[in-house]
């Protein structure tokens, strides 16, 4: 049995079966039968939001601001959110809007943590610059296991004969 039109999903189905027991078609109603898959989840309408994060889908639906950052970055941004003058010149209700409006992270430090950066200002300056990238190291010519071998024994040679 071959159908009128080609069906692109099942949102069209619903117009082909009506149409198919209007006219008494019954082979075309049960093929279209066939057709259909039993998992709702298969379903065109239940895959609108699948590459958008639930999260995002959520605070678009109720209109909420962006989620409130852990933890600001003074490398990032040197000049973070601080909304404690809202605090002492205005009151309580001005800083809760305030942090409502532009929250502030929860801890501000740079780009490590504290622990770390603690450690780290023990170090000599070598260590300091080479943590961040910024010492050129030397380079290391890698040998093969037989080339490191044959010069072993070499140099083991020079130095029985010294």
């Given at each position: 049995?071959?159908?009128?039109?080609?069906?692109?999903?099942?949102?069209?189905?619903?117009?082909?079966?009506?149409?198919?027991?209007?006219s008494?078609?019954?082979?075309?109603?049960?093929?279209?039968?066939a057709?259909?898959s039993?998992?709702?989840?298969?379903?065109?309408?239940?895959?609108?939001?699948?590459?958008?994060?639930?999260?995002?889908?959520?605070?678009?639906?109720?209109?909420?601001?962006?989620?409130?950052?852990?933890?600001?970055?003074?490398?990032?941004?040197?000049?973070p959110?601080?909304n404690?003058?809202?605090?002492?010149?205005?009151?309580?209700?001005?800083?809760?809007?305030?942090?409502?409006?532009?929250?502030?992270?929860?801890?501000?430090?740079?780009?490590?943590?504290?622990?770390?950066?603690?450690?780290?200002?023990?170090?000599?300056?070598?260590?300091?610059?080479?943590?961040?990238?910024?010492?050129?190291?030397?380079?290391?010519?890698?040998?093969?296991?037989?080339?490191?071998?044959?010069?072993?024994?070499?140099?083991?040679?020079?130095?029985?004969?010294?």
């Open positions: 049995m071959r159908t009128d039109v080609s069906l692109i999903n099942e949102l069209q189905l619903g117009g082909r079966l009506n149409q198919a027991v209007e008494h078609r019954r082979g075309e109603f049960a093929l279209l039968l057709l259909m039993q998992d709702v989840r298969d379903w065109p309408q239940f895959h609108l939001h699948d590459n958008v994060a639930k999260d995002a889908v959520l605070r678009q639906q109720f209109d909420l601001p962006a989620p409130q950052p852990l933890v600001g970055d003074l490398s990032q941004e040197p000049l959110v601080d404690s003058y809202h605090f002492i010149s205005e009151g309580e209700r001005s800083f809760q809007l305030a942090q409502a409006l532009v929250p502030e992270p929860l801890v501000i430090r740079g780009k490590r943590d504290s622990g770390m950066q603690d450690a780290l200002d023990n170090c000599d300056w070598h260590t300091r610059l080479r943590t961040e990238g910024a010492l050129n190291q030397p380079k290391v010519a890698l040998m093969e296991f037989v080339d490191q071998l044959s010069e072993q024994r070499r140099l083991a040679g020079i130095y029985q004969t010294a």
